[in-house]
């Protein structure tokens, strides 16, 4: 899921009012600002660990790492979702 709630509230409410093209456009601008989060994540990534900060160092970085890892997975997820964006709202609220 995008990062801000806001944008899940925009697309699924597209959906809901079966307003594909807008959600389509609210879920190409969150995954533009995922991929934005991805890029600074893994440069990010790339400057603590050459200075020696990898996720075995402490329990701080540990979690730092896994946490904002997770986005990588949103960004896969929002992918999905765009390629088929009405046949996942009727998969997941089709009231059974």
């Known amino acids: 899921m995008p990062g801000n709630p806001l944008m899940w509230v925009l697309i699924l409410?597209?959906?809901a009012d079966n307003r594909v093209t807008?959600?389509?456009?609210w879920l190409i601008a969150g995954l533009a600002l995922e991929s934005l989060f991805c890029v600074v994540k893994v440069v990010e990534y790339?400057?603590?660990m050459d200075q020696g900060l990898t996720p075995a160092t402490n329990t701080f970085f540990t979690y730092y790492y896994m946490l904002t890892g997770f986005h990588f997975?949103?960004?896969g997820r929002i992918c999905r979702l765009h390629a088929e964006p009405t046949r996942y709202y009727r998969l997941n609220h089709s009231g059974t």
């Open 22 to 25: 807008a959600c389509r456009r």
């Open 73 to 75: 997975n949103d960004s």
């Open 13 to 15: 409410g597209a959906l």
């Open 46 to 48: 790339g400057f603590k």
